[in-house]
């Protein structure tokens, strides 16, 4: 990015490293520097958690905020119901309206943390595209909005493209999920007064779609920008681990896995992920991002523990910063650690190992654990665990156990 942005939410955007692309750089600065800009990212009620890779365009949200405009959060209630093609080998799974509802339910509790809601100027509203899809007259709206929409430049999308590029089937449905998005922005611009569309750079086209189509229904000058695409220095996507996906609600993932997670960022990433994912100023990110040898770990806590108390509070992000000093520096259990409670009628004559290491989350399957265990990276109490038909009995359990997978995922057992 070669213009040099007046405006300080585009400094802090440009600074900290959240830009991909912009429709109109100078255009956007402008109307930044101008007034308040009410700008939208769209969540689609896919799960009843966001997880970390929501997480960047949440931060870039919390900016927008802290630079005096106005964060709009829309849930998809609506266009869950189509699901987003984009970059995708298949359709998803299509969701029931009480799913959605459900899923909406616990996707929103993560936002009040990070945007202060209220009525004003700068206050963070929450809409559901519900609101204006679930009404919409089917023939009025191809007469009215699908005859400003190209078949064949909707095919050039590369989110599209790539997807029948591999011969893979894009159903009729998927294909007018980009319509929708792009009259999402219609109506948050006609409604609300929004001016800007944010999201990950797989969102360009989606993106583009609304602000032209607003441009052709209203002649309103409107603004997208979008985000990178994280991949951590090893080339892994941003948010995957070994467990799956970073949940950002505590009840699908504790504090604690979620701290441990932040600690264990690849050394060449701290500096990065301090400038993304914290509030530090950006030459103290450059600083502890530029430390080596045994003082980068301590970089990695600073990280964990910034990170994990503007999500889950600074007390949340203290105690498991305790509970992985106990587990790893004293070979303690830990108060904070993932639990898993069995009662005595679950346990019967004994439950095995391999039970326990997948209930606990430490292991996908069955044949996960028995792969974890003949490898030797399953240890009980931390002695190493080498029998997969080992039982647990409840006598076993007159105190909790500790279940670990590798050195840095461990799980309580316990009778509840």
């Known amino acids: 990015m070669t213009y040099q942005p ?7 955007m440009k600074e900290r490293g959240f830009l991909a692309d912009c429709t109109d750089f100078q255009g956007l600065d402008e109307a930044l520097l101008a007034g308040v800009v009410p700008a939208y990212i769209g969540y689609d009620a896919t799960a009843k958690s966001l997880h970390v890779g929501h997480l960047l365009n949440i931060m870039m949200l919390r900016w927008l905020q802290k630079t005096g405009h106005k964060p709009i959060t829309l849930m998809g209630g609506g266009t869950t119901k189509v699901g987003d093609p984009s970059f995708r080998s298949d359709e998803r799974p299509l969701l029931g309206p009480e799913q959605i509802a459900d899923n909406i339910e616990g996707m929103s509790r993560v936002f009040a ?30 007469r009215d909005i699908g005859r400003h929409f190209s078949v064949n430049r909707m095919l050039s ?12 089937s894009l159903s009729f449905l998927e ?14 611009n006609r409604r609300y007064g929004c001016l800007l569309q944010m ?4 969102q360009w086209g989606n993106i583009v779609n609304g602000i032209d189509l607003t441009r052709r229904v209203l002649d309103h000058e409107i603004y997208g920008l979008t985000s990178p695409l994280l991949t951590t220095s090893d080339g892994r996507k941003m948010g995957k681990s070994a467990g799956g996906a970073i949940w950002l609600n505590a009840e699908m993932l504790s504090p604690y896995e979620f701290w ?9 990433d701290v500096g990065r992920f301090l400038k993304l994912y914290t509030e530090l100023p950006v030459d103290e990110c450059e600083r502890l991002g530029s ?3 045994a003082e980068i770990n301590e970089a990695k806590i600073r990280l964990a523990n910034e990170v994990t108390a503007l999500l889950h509070g600074a007390e949340a992000a203290k105690a498991a910063q305790d509970t992985a000093r106990e587990v790893f520096e004293q070979g303690g259990v830990g108060d904070d650690l993932p639990t898993l409670s069995l009662d005595a009628a679950e346990i019967g004559d004994g439950i095995s190992v391999v039970q326990l290491l997948t209930r606990s989350g430490l292991a996908k399957s069955g044949k996960d654990a028995k792969r974890l265990i003949a490898e030797n990276g399953a240890r009980l109490n931390d002695d190493l665990l080498a029998d997969a038909g080992r039982l647990i009995t409840v006598a076993d359990l007159s105190q909790p156990i500790k279940l670990s997978a590798g050195r840095k995922r461990h799980a309580l057992v316990r009778l509840g």
């Open 199 to 202: 999201g990950g750079s797989d």
């Open 6 to 12: 007046k405006s300080d939410f585009l400094h802090v």
């Open 113 to 142: 943390r990070y945007l202060s809601y209220g009525d004003a100027p700068a206050d963070a509203i929450m809409l559901d595209n519900a609101e204006w899809l679930d009404g919409l007259n089917y023939l009025e709206f191809l």
């Open 157 to 168: 999308f590369e989110s599209v493209k790539s997807r029948l590029d591999r011969e893979q």
């Open 260 to 268: 441990q997670f932040w600690r264990n960022t690849t050394d060449a």
């Open 175 to 188: 294909f007018n999920y980009m319509i929708l998005q792009a009259y999402d922005f219609l109506e948050l």
């Open 291 to 293: 430390l080596d040898g």
